[in-house]
């Protein structure tokens, strides 16, 4: 069986909420493909955006954390695993 296709960036954006009971913490992953010429900046506030939309009590958070990366290990980390 073949994985499922990833996209080329690995995201992971974590986030903080003062509520009512006090503070609550979110944490996501996930992994996209970005349109030619995009920046980091970009996929921040298409994630974000994202994350609100599906999670509406997220309007009030802050991030925490973000990092976005390329989701393709480098050839030496391939070969490493292959040994």
Do not use: C
Request: aromatic share 10%.
């Amino acid at each position: 069986m073949a994985a499922p296709e990833q996209g080329t960036h690995f995201w992971f954006m974590s986030l903080a909420l003062i509520t009512q009971a006090g503070l609550s913490y979110y944490r996501r992953t996930g992994h996209l493909d970005l349109d030619p010429g995009a920046t980091r900046f970009d996929a921040f506030e298409e994630i974000l955006s994202a994350m609100k939309d599906q999670t509406p009590e997220l309007q009030d958070a802050v991030v925490l954390a973000f990092d976005i990366q390329l989701n393709a290990l480098t050839p030496l980390a391939r070969r490493r695993r292959q040994r």
